[in-house]
């Protein structure tokens, strides 16, 4: 079970970026690299975890790193605040949340 969580992980940041593409084709700004190295970043995060620690929430009301991955998969899909903040708003989205990931993975 615990190598399928790296499995998971890895099809949502294949997820993450055809959300990308799209926001990318929708938008007609040029965050393309951003957007992949944000994901080769979470790429490496999830990569270097422990499998049994991908799905472990650190506190009651804080989610694990595979939950705020799929949070994020499915918030960049929707694109609703593409016309009014940009590509920089789901850069820095994605980047909080990394950090959120990081601190969910005990700091790695």
């Not at 080769?40 to 422990?50: M, S, V, Y």
């Not at 694109?79 to 850069?91: D, P, Q």
Request: net charge negative; glycine share 8%; proline share 4%.
């Amino acid at each position: 079970m615990p190598r399928d969580l790296h499995n998971l992980a890895r099809k949502l940041v294949r997820s993450l970026e055809r959300s990308h593409r799209q926001l990318v084709a929708a938008s007609g700004e040029d965050a393309a690299s951003e957007l992949a190295d944000l994901r080769r970043d979470w790429l490496a995060l999830l990569d270097a975890a422990p499998a049994e620690a991908l799905d472990r929430r650190p506190g009651p009301d804080e989610w694990s790193a595979l939950e705020l991955l799929g949070h994020l998969v499915e918030h960049d899909g929707k694109r609703e605040e593409l016309a009014s903040k940009g590509t920089s708003h789901y850069v820095e989205h994605g980047r909080e949340h990394l950090e959120q990931a990081r601190r969910a993975l005990g700091g790695q």
